[in-house]
């Protein structure tokens, strides 16, 4: 069942705000005094599910959103558009050199995932010490996300401010960078804490809440991204003995409507068809409910594609696959999973439907190299009718599922020279795909390139294959000729965090920009 988030209106936390004396002296008139909020559970919960509401938020914001901004650096999609100048920061991340500081859906990534450690840091500074019923469960759960958001921050741009507290004025606002070691350590504490507390997933009370399967989870990929493979490992074990959590039994099952926070999701982003968004009503930069993204990134119609036969919607031509994504499906055999993930050209053509690129500006499809998405595609069964169906699709973002776990934990074996166990893991996920075991005789760094192109394959458009590339060195090699450079292993701090806080100077900016 899907879940409306409510909005939590104690976001406008002191010091993550501009403030002048009437903000500080002055009460506001609609808001509750926070000494008393946190007081009664049923307040607690609303704060918790406040910050669902803004992780929402952050997956799903318009043109900059976090789905976005960490997917385009990616070989796996091109940003398409009707041109270079259709929301062209989006083009900079995807080509890489004209990335700057003041790139707008960067900056925003930084707002958001600041603005969600903001939440969480006060709603445990309130409820940790207090002798609720709740109590442990909910610093657990807001723990996980403080520290999933300290990881996307410290994974996209380096070395970050680590906020775990909340300003109790103004002039305690300015921090500076604190090393990754730091905030790595701050994030394992945090997941030991969620870990220690949160239910198992077949305990849960609402579907899309995170469990302990989803702390361990991600505990064990932070310990894989800090190359410390065999202290990831137990983490990773729990999670896959646990029956809580399997692989769904076909690729397209895992984006199937109805399979919505199954058995392979460890945190799924929720959105509904049920707030009849139309062109009157639709908050552009704000939160819908719905999920914009998938309408931003259906094939464009305007005579361009023609997706009869097909089941799709035409959307505004965004995030087109990459041709290597294709090329990469076809020279594994991987009729199944591409399936679930792309179409051809030539299968659109063969259902009844066209591509007419004389139809587009300057008779270019902008990024088109072949294929349509089918992964988060614009499908009828995903919206409603009650609105304009572009913009009421209910799509949900799976940001972070069992069959990553297998793959990571290949790659924790593998590097851990325990190659048997990791080719159990990676034959899982082939398997579910249709594909074959690997040979038993592939071992060593061969079996690692075997669990780098798997993972191309199974996780593509879901923004996790740059970032991979960063950390295994190979980003020089698969983005050759793009206008990468190792500059873009991390992306610019925001100028606006620079210039506001009086702890970071322009030196703290990441090397080349």
Known sequence: MKRTYLTFLCIALLGFVGCDDDFTNNPRLDGQDLDTYFLEEDNVEKAVIGVYDLMQFNYAKDWSSVFLVKLLPGDDAGAGGSGPSD?????????????????????????????????????IENVQDSDLSNKDRVVSEVKFFRAWCHF?????????????????????????????????????????????????????????????????????????????????????QSVISNPSHDLEANPED?????????????????????????????????????NLHIQLMGPRGDGIFDLTGTELINGWGFNLPSSKLVNAFDAAGDINRKAATVMSEADLIAGGGSVDPTAATGGVIEDYEGAIRIKYATKTEDTSNNGVPELNYSTNFRVFRYAEVLL??????????????????????RNRAGLLDIDSSISGNDLFEAIVDEKFLELAHEG???????????????????????????FPIPITEIDKNELMTIEDQNPGY
């Open 87 to 123: 929301q062209q920061q989006l083009h900079d991340i995807d080509d890489y050199n004209t990335v700057s500081s003041s790139n707008v859906s960067i900056t925003s990534n930084w707002d958001l995932f600041y603005r969600t450690i903001a939440l969480t840091n006060l709603i």
């Open 152 to 236: 996307e921050l410290t994974t996209m741009f380096g070395e970050v401010p680590l906020r775990v507290s909340v300003p109790s004025s103004a002039e305690d606002f300015p921090i500076s960078k604190s090393s990754r070691a730091d905030i790595y350590a701050q994030i394992e504490a945090d997941l030991l804490d969620a870990i220690t507390n949160l239910p198992e997933k077949s305990a849960l009370a609402d579907n899309f809440r995170v469990s302990k399967g989803a702390a361990q989870a991600l505990m064990g990929k932070v310990l894989v991204f800090q190359e410390k493979y065999s202290e990831s490992l137990p983490y990773f």
């Open 254 to 290: 895992v984006w199937n409507i109805n399979h919505e926070f199954g058995i392979e999701s460890l945190l799924e982003i929720g959105y509904v068809s049920t707030t009849a968004r139309d062109w009157g009503n639709l908050a552009w930069g704000g939160r819908n409910e719905s």
């Open 408 to 429: 990571l934990a290949a790659e924790a074996y593998n590097k851990s020279s325990q190659d048997g166990l990791a080719r159990i893991e990676l034959n899982k996920v």
């Open 464 to 490: 996790q294959r740059f970032w991979d590339l960063v950390r295994w060195g190979k980003a020089a090699t698969e983005l050759a000729g793009t206008g990468y450079t190792s500059k873009n292993d991390l």
